[in-house]
């Protein structure tokens, strides 16, 4: 026997979140394929490559962002017999891809930077200076869309990561004109470029652990699974809890399941009715666990149980 908590007004939440969501991204959209279009006419103009580069990073994030619209739009569809929990692992696709995509940009700019770095091409620092600052200020601005969003869901983090190593390239870029501007040095530029590839790996790397961990269904990050059973034990009447599971369906939804032993005195004083609303209490109220599931088994059932699947 079993009844899951639906959270309905938690669905309602998220909704609301995704229509922010998709807002904000909109502007960044707009924002991001803008600037990648002038520094591409800039890398052209100056020949710089970390221009180019950041400019190269800055159209795949525009492609990123579309698909990250489109994972937000799909996690508003409803569930369906096939679905049953809807389209909200669009969002941890799309964010998987998107540290793919990061990790591919920063291989592509280690090659052409120590390419570079062996043979320098002449840069025009003043052309580079120009479009570089107005890709910096572009992005600081996308950052500040952001910034507000990016803890609510694994998708809009993947965008703000890739709008902050926008912001980092067209600064590090900046710089390597301005080095260029006053000493001449032409290393300064595939030296730009090699340092966006280094701020870029370590944050797609962890975005990458982050959508693997919610794909391979791990536990919610801090939640202790084996607290969350301490904490069911002591309900009045349990006896025992086990096939305890615990997960992620998208960022910021929690699930749960368990198998609940109960003794008989409790299911006949309280009825099931009562005491699932206990267990579906302790794990809103401790946990902030909303979707819960749990099979109540009474303790003379329990005999039975134990032919028929083994425990965790």
């Given at each position: 026997?079993?009844?899951?908590?639906?959270?309905?007004?938690?669905?309602?939440?998220?909704?609301?979140?995704?229509?922010?969501?998709?807002?904000?991204?909109?502007?960044?959209?707009?924002?991001?394929?803008t600037v990648a279009v002038v520094?591409?006419?800039?890398?052209?103009?100056?020949?710089?490559?970390?221009?180019?580069?950041?400019?190269?990073?800055?159209?795949?994030?525009?492609?990123?962002?579309?698909?990250?619209?489109?994972?937000?739009?799909?996690?508003?569809?409803?569930?369906?017999?096939?679905?049953?929990?809807?389209?909200?692992?669009?969002?941890?696709?799309?964010?998987?891809?998107?540290?793919?995509?990061?990790?591919?940009?920063?291989?592509?700019?280690?090659?052409?930077?120590?390419?570079h770095l062996v043979t320098p091409?002449?840069?025009?620092?003043?052309?580079?200076?120009?479009?570089?600052?107005?890709?910096?200020?572009?992005?600081?601005?996308?950052?500040?869309?952001?910034?507000?969003?990016?803890?609510?869901?694994?998708?809009?983090?993947?965008?703000?990561?890739?709008?902050?190593?926008?912001?980092?390239?067209?600064?590090?870029?900046?710089?390597?004109?301005?080095?260029?501007?006053?000493t001449g040095w032409l290393r300064?530029?595939?030296?730009?470029?090699?340092?966006?590839?280094?701020?870029?790996?370590?944050?797609?790397?962890?975005?990458?652990?982050?959508?693997?961990?919610?794909?391979?269904?791990?536990?919610?990050?801090?939640?202790?699974?084996?607290?969350?059973?301490?904490?069911?034990?002591?309900?009045?009447?349990?006896?025992?809890?086990?096939?305890?599971?615990?997960?992620?369906?998208?960022?910021?939804?929690?699930?749960?399941?368990?198998?609940?032993?109960?003794?008989?005195?409790?299911?006949?004083?309280?009825?099931?009715?009562?005491?699932?609303?206990?267990?579906?209490?302790?794990?809103?109220?401790?946990?902030?666990?909303?979707?819960?599931?749990?099979?109540?088994?009474?303790?003379?059932?329990?005999?039975?149980?134990?032919?028929?699947?083994?425990?965790?």
């Amino acid at each position: 026997m079993g009844l899951p908590d639906t959270g309905h007004g938690h669905d309602h939440g998220h909704a609301a979140d995704r229509v922010e969501d998709r807002s904000r991204l909109r502007m960044v959209l707009l924002v991001t394929a803008t600037v990648a279009v002038v520094e591409i006419v800039g890398a052209a103009l100056s020949g710089s490559l970390a221009l180019l580069a950041d400019a190269g990073h800055m159209v795949t994030d525009a492609s990123s962002i579309v698909l990250a619209l489109s994972a937000s739009l799909m996690a508003t569809l409803p569930a369906s017999p096939r679905r049953t929990f809807g389209y909200h692992r669009a969002e941890i696709l799309a964010a998987l891809v998107n540290a793919l995509v990061l990790l591919g940009i920063c291989g592509y700019i280690t090659y052409v930077g120590i390419r570079h770095l062996v043979t320098p091409e002449h840069v025009h620092a003043s052309q580079m200076v120009v479009f570089a600052a107005i890709g910096l200020v572009a992005n600081l601005g996308s950052m500040g869309l952001l910034a507000a969003r990016r803890e609510k869901s694994l998708n809009m983090r993947a965008a703000f990561l890739e709008v902050a190593s926008d912001a980092l390239g067209s600064a590090a870029a900046l710089a390597a004109a301005l080095v260029i501007l006053g000493t001449g040095w032409l290393r300064a530029d595939p030296v730009a470029s090699l340092l966006i590839a280094v701020l870029i790996l370590p944050r797609s790397a962890q975005l990458l652990r982050d959508t693997l961990a919610v794909l391979l269904e791990g536990a919610p990050p801090g939640l202790d699974v084996e607290d969350v059973r301490a904490h069911l034990a002591r309900v009045e009447g349990v006896v025992d809890v086990h096939d305890l599971h615990a997960w992620l369906i998208t960022s910021g939804m929690p699930a749960l399941s368990a198998h609940v032993t109960v003794s008989d005195a409790a299911l006949a004083e309280r009825g099931v009715g009562g005491v699932l609303d206990e267990l579906c209490r302790c794990t809103t109220a401790e946990f902030g666990i909303d979707h819960a599931t749990f099979q109540i088994e009474p303790q003379t059932h329990r005999a039975h149980e134990d032919l028929g699947e083994p425990h965790s």
